[in-house]
């Protein structure tokens, strides 16, 4: 092999060794724009979490609904219940019954009736508002359901603004009572001062009074039933021999009296006519007498 054919192939060695080379940087460069995608995808991943964020707004904002959902309403509650009872004794005391086990109260009674005729019962009942639902369920119940009317009146709103006005109205008044106490003023400035914290207490007042009204009716629901009777009332225990000779005693002598009372005004009623009648029925007697004799 001469100098020609050496130099021949350690060129052709050369451009063999600088291809391989150059393709094994060619895939380091591969391997780094990898990692940098990678890292770039790792960036891009991060630069995605502050979404998180997001979600801590969603749930900033189920706290703010639940906060507003834990505020309780004001809400009075009326009703009217009628019903149909076999016996309104029976029902009354089964209607005393529910209004203990609901937790309530009767406010107030009335009970019209007599012997041998049907009575009717009505009662204003005042229930816990967290009873009311199960307690219209439950005196519903009580008899033959004629006709059954619930309201309800949402008085949040109202409510809740008294609470803030009278808040404000409570500072204002300690603003001027303080500056009272420090003003050093003319009299009339005073006399002016002491004026105005007299207004204030009278509103402050004014809003603790409507307060209390609606803190009571919304507490307490209002619900009044009206029971009628079907059949008629019969006493507890039928009347004694002796009761019934005093009561037919005392009927026949009441009887007797109101026949004399009739008769007397009867008799009172025809006086006048008495009257007239003799002084024109005499004379006319004494003139027919005369002739006769």
């Not at 801590?56 to 959902?69: C, G, W």
């Not at 199960?134 to 603004?161: P, R």
């Amino acid at each position: 092999m001469n100098i020609k054919q050496l130099l021949r192939v350690a060129g052709l060695f050369g451009i063999a060794g600088f291809a391989l080379l150059t393709h094994v940087g060619c895939g380091g460069g591969d391997d780094e724009g990898g990692a940098e995608d990678t890292a770039a995808s790792g960036s891009t991943v991060e630069s995605n979490t502050p979404a998180s964020g997001g979600e801590a707004k969603l749930v900033s904002n189920d706290s703010a609904k639940a906060a507003r959902a834990a505020i309780p309403r004001k809400i009075i509650y009326t009703a009217q219940v009628q019903l149909v009872a076999e016996n309104l004794t029976t029902a009354q005391g089964k209607l005393t019954q529910l209004v203990k086990t609901h937790k309530g109260y009767v406010d107030e009674t009335n009970i019209g009736g007599a012997a041998g005729a049907p009575r009717q019962g009505t009662w204003k009942v005042r229930v816990p508002a967290e009873e009311y639902e199960a307690f219209m369920g439950a005196v519903a119940k009580l008899g033959e359901l004629q006709t059954i009317h619930s309201d309800s009146q949402d008085v949040s709103a109202e409510y809740y603004d008294l609470e803030a006005r009278l808040s404000n109205k409570r500072v204002e008044e300690q603003r001027l009572i303080k500056h009272l106490e420090k003003s050093t003023a003319r009299l009339t400035d005073i006399l002016a001062v002491e004026r105005e914290i007299s207004r204030v207490r009278g509103e402050i007042e004014q809003m603790q009074g409507r307060l209390r009204l609606l803190a009571n009716l919304t507490s307490l629901t209002t619900i009044t039933v009206t029971i009628n009777e079907i059949k008629n009332y019969v006493p507890p225990a039928p009347p004694t021999f002796g009761a019934r000779l005093a009561r037919t005693f005392q009927g026949s002598l009441g009887q007797l009296i109101d026949t004399a009372k009739d008769l007397t005004i009867l008799f009172v009623a025809f006086v006048p006519w008495l009257v007239v009648l003799s002084l024109i029925g005499v004379p006319i007697y004494l003139m027919q007498r005369r002739k006769r004799g």
